[in-house]
Structures are given as structure tokens and as C-alpha cells.
């Protein structure tokens, strides 16, 4: 089958690679007909990781049911699903409180298991023509009737909504509070989402693109330019000089300069700085606890630092990690198609996945206008 592999920094190719089959009783085979470009991507693409040369990428999955194994009981032929990133057994300790973002059976020994990412298991992606989902019953939402008609839509659900929506819930974000959020990516874009639909009185959101930036502005979010404007003064003063309710971090780590590797600790000080005393902060960017390319920098900087004497100060607390995306998507999924929620809102590019890497290429480089990019493999 065809599939996107990575070949090395900054060099992603469609291969054929052997075809995705069932390997348990458990498994069922799906047909992607759409399959999302995601930031997280972006660490493995831009060389920050320890992933394998050859390893099928892609983690925002949907398609349809093709083949099912035998102890499958919920899951039939021909049902349309959505993946969660995350591959959760449902039956460990962690998975049984709903953090199936950190299942001890799907990658023992770890923080967590997911499809084609460094680290996360030896599971193969769905930027493919087919993908193996493992623990069927419990790692496929099931679609409504109208799968087709809003598939731009439900596959978010694999990811950057539940993880917007996750940031909210870390930050602990209550109807009629202020938030502000670092980073107006596609991550970003769906915590502001998420906000609004939370009924939040005031979202504030920086970055530095003004197209994404512009975006935000079209569901009211209030885009602050860090390039232009001074944004911890500038979320002051939009809040009385209190500071916002809670902040969200959907930033993590980034290098903006293709030669250099910068350490991107920046927003955690930010946000200390712009959330109110006694307030919450919500992290959901990754940020990576080695980077092969920035071993001396991480070294000198004592890894990923921020200033934890003004965190306690203010008495802030701070939720981090993956999004245990199964904890919400059902709940997203029934918004979307009651038309309360349209994460497709973001979307500029629907590709073949044949195009798979001109798609990383622009994404990558914060092309003008590329902020989402759905692969489409029978297109
Ligand atoms: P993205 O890289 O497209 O978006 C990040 C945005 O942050 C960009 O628009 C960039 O200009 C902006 N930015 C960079 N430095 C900034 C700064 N100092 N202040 C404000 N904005 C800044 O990627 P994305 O898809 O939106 O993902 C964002 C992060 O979320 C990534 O780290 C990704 O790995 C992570 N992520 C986490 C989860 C999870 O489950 N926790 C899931 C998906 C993605
Ligand atoms: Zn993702």
C-alpha cells in the first residue's frame, strides 16, 4: 500500500510499504479517507526526535471499517470511525480513570502509546491507504449518518479539538472567565473554540501570523500580535490589570530558526506572568524532553526551564501532558453534529495524500494561509 514514511529531517516521502493487516483478535482495518498534517508531526519533521527512519507517520485518523478481527463485538464492517491519537487498552489502571493518554499497556514502560510518532509504540500511521487500529471496540468513535457530509469536521475529533478542549480543562477554564492563549495554531485555534462553547467572557490569543491571528478574530477571540505589541502589558490591560482567569499552552517547542536550535521556554514565563494570582495554566504543547539536535542548548539551559519562585508566588497551578482524547470526544462529536461546534473552520488545504509533502513543507514553514492540511488517500 502507499503511505508517507519519514526519510530523515525535513524529508518525507510516499513509499510503498507493506500493507497494514489485522495482528489480533482485537484489531480491525480501516480505510483512511481522511488523515490530518498535525504540529505534533512537525517534531518529528523537523529532526527533534528519535523517530525511525521508515516509520509511516500520522495520528488524526478517520475512515472507514473494512475488515474486523474476531473478538471485535461493537465495531462492524463499514462503520465510519474516528481514531483517537491515543491507543488505549481500556483496561489498565490509568486507562480505567479515563487517562487513555497514558495507558500502561498500549507502550509499556512509557508515557503513552499512539499511531506513527517517535516514542509512542511500534504502532504505523494513518497517513496510509489502511491503518491497523488496535483494541478496536475501545479506540474507534463511531460516526453519525452524516460521516461524510462533515468529515472535515469529525476528524478533528482525533485530536486537535479534544486537545484544545483539553488545555481548558487543564487551565480549569469556568463559564464567565477570561483566557488567554499562547500560540494560534491549529491547537490554539480549537482551545479558542473550545472557550467560546465553554462560554467564556473574554479570549485572548498570541502569535505573530497575522492570517492565523486573523482567524481567531472570526469567532471573537482577540488576536494579540507579539510582534507588533508588548502582550503580557497588553493582556494587563484587557483584564484591569489583574491578569487573565487562566492561559493555555499550545505553543511547546519550536524552532523558528532552521539553523539554530533555540530553547522555546518563553511562553511558560509568559503566561506565569499574564494569569491572575491564584489562577490556572493548562499545557497541552509538547515539548520534548531531548532533542537530539539541541543536546548543548538543553544542557546550558538545564533542560526546560520557567520561573517556578513566581509560579508559587502567585500561587498558580498548571496541568500538562498529552490529551486523554477518548474523555471527550463523544461528547465533541454529538456538538458537531448538532452543529455547535465546526472545528473545520480552520482547515486551508484538503490534498491528496500523494501530496503528502509538499503539504509538510508549506505547513511546516507557517506558509501564509497553511493552517491545516487534511490527506486525503483516495483522492
Ligand atoms: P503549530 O506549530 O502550527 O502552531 C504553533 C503556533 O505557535 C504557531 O502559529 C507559532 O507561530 C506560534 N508560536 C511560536 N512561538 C510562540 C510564542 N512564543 N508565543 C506565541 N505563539 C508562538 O502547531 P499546532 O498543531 O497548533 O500544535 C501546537 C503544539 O501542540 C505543538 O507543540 C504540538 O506538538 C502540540 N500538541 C499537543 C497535543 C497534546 O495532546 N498535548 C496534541 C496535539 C498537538
Ligand atoms: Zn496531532
Known amino acids: 500500500m502507499k503511505a508517507l514514511v519519514y526519510n530523515g529531517p525535513r524529508d518525507v516521502q510516499i513509499k510503498e510499504v507493506p500493507e497494514a493487516k489485522i495482528e489480533k483478535p482485537t484489531d480491525v482495518l480501516v480505510k483512511i479517507t481522511s488523515t490530518n498534517i498535525c504540529g505534533s508531526d512537525l517534531h518529528m519533521y523537523e529532526g527533534r526526535t528519535n523517530v525511525e527512519v521508515g516509520k509511516v507517520l500520522g495520528h488524526e485518523n478517520l475512515g472507514e471499517v473494512v475488515e474486523v478481527g474476531k473478538a471485535v463485538e461493537k465495531i462492524k464492517m463499514g462503520d465510519m470511525v474516528c481514531l483517537p491519537f491515543n491507543i488505549s487498552c481500556g483496561h489498565c489502571k490509568n486507562c480505567e480513570r479515563g487517562l487513555t493518554g497514558f495507558c500502561l499497556t498500549a507502550n509499556p514502560g512509557t508515557a503513552g ?56 480543562e487543564l487551565a480549569g477554564l469556568q463559564p464567565g472567565e477570561s483566557v488567554v492563549i499562547y500560540g494560534c495554531g491549529p ?27 486573523r482567524l481567531a478574530e472570526k469567532i471573537c477571540a482577540i488576536p494579540i500580535d507579539d510582534s507588533k505589541e508588548e502582550h503580557v502589558e497588553k493582556i494587563m490591560e484587557l483584564t484591569n490589570g489583574e491578569g487573565a482567569d487562566r492561559g493555555c499552552e499550545c505553543v511547546g517547542y519550536q524552532c523558528h530558526d532552521p539553523a539554530g536550535h ?10 506565569v506572568k499574564s494569569v491572575r494570582p491564584t489562577g490556572g495554566i493548562g499545557v497541552v504543547g509538547v515539548f520534548m524532553p531531548e532533542d537530539p539536535g539541541a543536546a548543548d542548548e538543553l544542557a546550558k539551559h538545564g533542560k526546560i526551564a520557567f520561573d517556578f519562585g513566581k509560579f508559587f508566588e502567585k500561587g498558580l497551578h498548571m496541568g500538562t501532558g ?58
Not at 533555540?262 to 503566561?271: A, F, G, K, R, Y
Open 113 to 168: 502509546a499512539a499511531y506513527g510518532y517517535a516514542g509512542m509504540g511500534p504502532y504505523n500511521g494513518g497517513q496510509a491507504e489502511y491503518l491497523r487500529v488496535p483494541y478496536a471496540d475501545f479506540n474507534c468513535l463511531k460516526l453519525p449518518e452524516d460521516a461524510r457530509d462533515k468529515e472535515a469536521d469529525y476528524v478533528m475529533l482525533s485530536d486537535i479539538f479534544p486537545t484544545g478542549w483539553h488545555a481548558t
Open 322 to 379: 498529552q490529551a486523554n482524547v477518548k474523555a471527550y470526544n463523544r461528547y465533541l462529536r454529538d456538538l458537531i453534529h448538532q452543529e455547535r461546534a465546526k472545528p473545520s473552520w480552520i482547515v486551508s488545504h484538503e490534498l491528496a495524500l500523494d501530496e503528502a509533502a509538499d503539504g509538510y513543507k508549506h505547513f511546516d514553514a507557517r506558509d501564509k494561509g497553511w493552517t491545516k492540511v487534511i490527506l486525503h488517500p483516495g483522492m
Open 187 to 213: 491547537v490554539g485555534l480549537m482551545a479558542a473554540h473550545s472557550a467560546m462553547i465553554k462560554g467564556a467572557s473574554k479570549v485572548m490569543i498570541v502569535d505573530r501570523h497575522p492570517d492565523r491571528l
Open 262 to 271: 533555540e530553547v522555546p521556554n518563553m511562553t511558560m514565563n509568559d503566561l
